[in-house]
Every structure is written in C-alpha cells, then in structure tokens.
C-alpha cells in the first residue's frame, strides 16, 4: 500500500498571500490518479483537483495543482478567509483502492 | 444536481451490524460510474470502505473485507453499507460518494455512527 505523507501538517497565512501545500507518495503515483480535497469545519470533503492539476466544476483558478512521481503540490494563490480548512490529497490505484493524505489544515490569519 | 444523502441509525452496539443507505437524486445510479462509502474517524482520518457498480460489482478496503457488504438497490436509486462485528474503533462520520475519474467526486453530507453499549 502507497502511503501519502503532506507536509506541513498546519500552516498560518495572511490574506492575500500564497499557500503551498505539499504531498509526497511512498511510491510513484500516475498524474491520472492524484487529487486534493477540501475540507471546511463540519462540512463534507470537496474535490478541488484530479489528474494533479484539472480543477473539479466550480473551483476558482486561484487554485493549482503541479507535480509527478513521488511529489505532488497544491497552490492557492490570493487566499481568501474562505480558504480556511483542511486539505488532504488523495491516490487511486492499488487495494484499497483510494488513500488520502493525513491532511494539511490552513489558517487563514 | 447530483446529491447523496446518507441515512440510517446513529448508534450501533458492539458486535452488531451497522447498515446504513445513500439516496441518490438528480442523477441515476444506472450511469457508467461508482459509488463508494468512506468514513472519517479522529484516529484514522480519511478510510475508504468500498465502492459498488450499477452492475452489483464490488471493491472492497482490505482490511475490512472481512466485515463489509456493499449492495445496489436500482429501482430505488440508491446503495448501501452493511458493516458487521463493528467496535469502538468504527465509529466515525460515514460518506456516501459517487466516484468520478479516479477521485470521489461528489458527497453526501456524512452521517455519523457511534458504536457504544
């Protein structure tokens, strides 16, 4: 089983500002199979990214995914207090089928 | 618009089965896609259990395969969770998802199952 590991594990930034949030695979991941989610407080996970960069229906360009291989990103630039949240980044592949990252929680400050 | 709606009991005994269904509307459950349940507990964050087919065919997490059954019920749009010999370590905030191309692309709003005496 591939484990995901995303770093940091809390960030605190100001409006406006660019966070970056990072997803490392124990094993190589195809671009087809990585995508991030949001979490906000209370609510249900929302897919943002799949095949690591294609923005799900509805997700503002302020949000970009890049990477391959072991190492994948997930910017969002001009962050607004909207932003505030968890977010996890997820593989499909080998059983079980879909793995998610521990998550990264964001502060908007 | 798509929607899943999770429903079923809100507190399970040790030992018992917990079942739980999600009602799809806006869209049928008859289209070429997947349907899985994933579940959210403070301890082991976001586990995936399993995903059905229109067709009846199934995945299962392995480790719950043991436990798990998951069926499709087509003429009434929706799926289910059966998840038996549950203990503490199952409680958690349970999610119905439709999957999309290898992502889980919409969700239901989650219900959560304690499982106490």
């Known amino acids: 089983e591939s484990v995901l590991t995303q770093s940091p594990g809390t960030l605190s930034v100001s409006p406006g500002e660019r966070a970056t949030l990072y997803c490392r695979a124990s094993?190589?991941?195809?671009?087809?199979?990585l995508a991030w989610y949001q979490q906000k407080a209370g609510q249900a996970p929302r897919l943002l990214m799949y095949?690591?960069?294609i923005r799900a229906t509805g997700i503002p360009d302020r949000f970009s995914g890049s990477g391959s291989g072991t190492d994948f990103t997930l910017t969002i630039h001009r962050l607004e207090p909207e932003d505030s949240a968890v977010y996890y980044c997820?593989?499909?592949?080998?059983?079980?089928?879909?793995?998610f990252g521990q998550g990264t929680r964001l502060d908007i400050k | 618009q798509v929607q899943l709606q999770e429903s079923g009991p809100g507190l399970v005994k040790p030992s018992e089965t917990l079942s739980l269904t999600c009602a799809v509307s806006?869209?049928?459950?008859?289209?070429?896609?997947?349907w899985s349940w994933v579940r959210q507990s403070p301890g082991k964050g976001l586990e995936w259990i399993g995903e059905?087919?229109?067709?009846?065919?199934?995945n299962y997490n392995p480790a719950l395969k043991s436990r798990v059954n998951i069926l499709v019920d087509r003429s009434k749009n929706q799926f289910s969770l059966k998840l038996s010999s549950v203990t503490a370590a199952d409680t958690a905030v349970y999610y119905c998802?439709?999957?999309?191309?290898?992502?889980?692309?919409?969700w239901g709003k989650g219900t959560t199952v304690t499982v106490s005496s």
């Open positions: 997820q593989q499909y592949g080998t059983p079980p089928l879909y793995t």
């Open positions: 998802v439709r999957n999309g191309n290898a992502c889980l692309d919409v």
């Open positions: 806006g869209y049928s459950i008859n289209n070429d896609n997947w």
């Open positions: 095949a690591v960069s």
């Open positions: 094993q190589s991941v195809s671009r087809w199979d």
């Open positions: 059905i087919h229109h067709s009846g065919s199934t």
